[in-house]
């Protein structure tokens, strides 16, 4: 409410008479007639106030650009290089203190999480190949001659004859004993694995496999021919990836990177895990790429020693590989 007592202010715009009939008064003011407005004075900001905003901002903008520069470099870590290919090498029998083993499992797989994807190719342990500084022999022999000369070599000697016959030098291997297998699985509480169709001993349907079953299963024979094999040593690794990948299993992880150092050479830096656990996230377990030289990629022979091994067929060979490694 405002005073109507005359002031200063307003005594120019008070009515010098009041009118006395109300039906006669005059409604439209007109812009001189209008009662006076109250005066609000405008809201005064500070200097300090002002000052105080503007080093706010000032705070906030370097922290924004740290975690954008953080952000990217975590981003560049995780994500490149883009190929990272790696030589799976799994040992059978061996003396637990020695490498001089065959490796009748060899997976050549990428990894790449940019993309992302993740490809397995599995060779068979009998394809005749040439083997550098050996000559033609089993692909699964580079390994044993090359630890037979020199321990420690074998693995290299395995890549070296990877480049030497598909065109692609992994840069790292994982050499596993067989033998230690189920460490690795008790250590994960067992796996469980779905068949499709009859496999290994195995009818279809959903299995769980102890460490020892695992194993057996892994290297179960009673298929034909090796690439039986091939599948089943695939089909637990997937499986496995599988569970782990499952929050349930997470509280399991410390005893499996226990079991998996005791079981396993590698010259994979620590710092690369992450970055494949990556490519395995973003593709899906269920996403990867799982192929192998099957039966139609290779003509079975006998050496002149009498050893029955398979030739390959290198026009589809290397169409595989094109298509799977961007060679």
Same mark, same amino acid.
């Given at each position: 409410?405002?005073?109507?007592?005359?002031?200063?202010?307003?005594?120019?715009? #008070?009515?010098?008479?009041?009118?006395?009939?109300?039906?006669?008064?005059?409604?439209?003011?007109?812009?001189?007639?209008?009662?006076?407005?109250?005066?609000?004075?405008?809201?005064?900001?500070?200097?300090?106030?002002?000052?105080?905003?503007?080093?706010?901002?000032?705070?906030?903008?370097?922290?924004?650009?740290?975690?954008?520069?953080?952000?990217?470099?975590?981003?560049?870590?995780?994500? &490149?290089?883009?190929?990272?290919?790696?030589?799976?090498?799994?040992?059978?029998?061996?003396?637990?203190?020695?490498?001089?083993?065959?490796?009748?499992?060899?997976?050549?797989?990428?990894?790449?999480?940019? #993309?992302?994807?993740?490809?397995?190719?599995?060779?068979?342990?009998?394809?005749?190949?040439?083997?550098?500084?050996? =000559?033609?022999?089993?692909?699964?022999?580079?390994?044993?001659?090359?630890?037979?000369?020199?321990?420690?070599?074998?693995?290299?000697?395995?890549?070296?004859?990877?480049?030497?016959? &598909?065109?692609?030098?992994?840069?790292?291997?994982? #050499?596993?004993?067989?033998?230690?297998?189920?460490?690795?699985?008790?250590?994960?509480? =067992?796996?469980?694995?779905?068949?499709?169709?009859?496999?290994?001993?195995?009818?279809?349907?959903?299995?769980?496999?102890?460490?020892?079953?695992?194993?057996?299963?892994?290297?179960?024979?009673?298929?034909?021919?090796?690439?039986?094999?091939?599948?089943?040593?695939?089909?637990?690794?997937?499986?496995?990836?599988?569970?782990?990948?499952?929050?349930?299993?997470?509280?399991?992880?410390?005893?499996?990177?226990?079991?998996?150092?005791?079981?396993?050479?590698?010259?994979?830096? &620590?710092?690369?895990?992450?970055?494949?656990?990556?490519?395995?996230?973003?593709?899906?377990?269920?996403?990867?790429?799982?192929?192998?030289?099957?039966?139609?990629?290779?003509?079975?022979?006998?050496?002149?020693?009498?050893?029955?091994?398979?030739?390959?067929?290198?026009?589809?060979?290397?169409?595989?590989?094109?298509?799977?490694?961007? #060679?």
């Amino acid at each position: 409410m405002f005073s109507t007592q005359p002031t200063r202010k307003n005594r120019a715009h #008070r009515p010098t008479k009041e009118p006395q009939n109300n039906a006669n008064r005059n409604t439209d003011y007109g812009p001189k007639n209008y009662p006076p407005s109250p005066y609000y004075p405008a809201p005064q900001t500070s200097r300090k106030s002002r000052r105080r905003s503007r080093v706010n901002w000032g705070c906030i903008l370097p922290i924004i650009v740290i975690c954008g520069i953080v952000g990217l470099i975590l981003a560049a870590y995780l994500l &490149f290089p883009a190929n990272t290919n790696i030589l799976l090498l799994g040992m059978d029998y061996s003396d637990p203190w020695l490498s001089l083993a065959r490796t009748d499992t060899m997976i050549l797989s990428r990894f790449n999480p940019w #993309r992302p994807y993740v490809g397995m190719l599995s060779i068979p342990r009998d394809l005749w190949v040439t083997i550098p500084g050996i =000559g033609e022999n089993r692909i699964n022999t580079a390994h044993f001659f090359a630890e037979g000369n020199q321990p420690g070599s074998g693995p290299f000697a395995a890549i070296d004859t990877i480049q030497t016959n &598909f065109g692609i030098r992994p840069k790292y291997f994982i #050499r596993l004993r067989f033998e230690t297998f189920k460490d690795i699985f008790n250590a994960m509480g =067992g796996v469980d694995i779905v068949l499709d169709e009859p496999l290994a001993g195995y009818e279809a349907g959903k299995h769980h496999l102890t460490g020892n079953k695992a194993l057996a299963f892994a290297r179960n024979r009673s298929g034909s021919d090796d690439f039986f094999r091939m599948q089943q040593a695939q089909l637990i690794i997937k499986s496995a990836m599988k569970q782990m990948v499952s929050p349930r299993k997470w509280p399991r992880i410390p005893a499996v990177l226990i079991a998996l150092s005791r079981s396993i050479d590698t010259n994979i830096p &620590f710092w690369l895990w992450p970055r494949l656990g990556m490519a395995v996230l973003r593709v899906g377990v269920d996403g990867i790429d799982s192929r192998a030289i099957d039966r139609e990629m290779v003509t079975p022979f006998f050496t002149d020693q009498g050893a029955n091994v398979l030739a390959p067929n290198w026009a589809m060979i290397n169409l595989l590989v094109d298509e799977m490694f961007d #060679r």
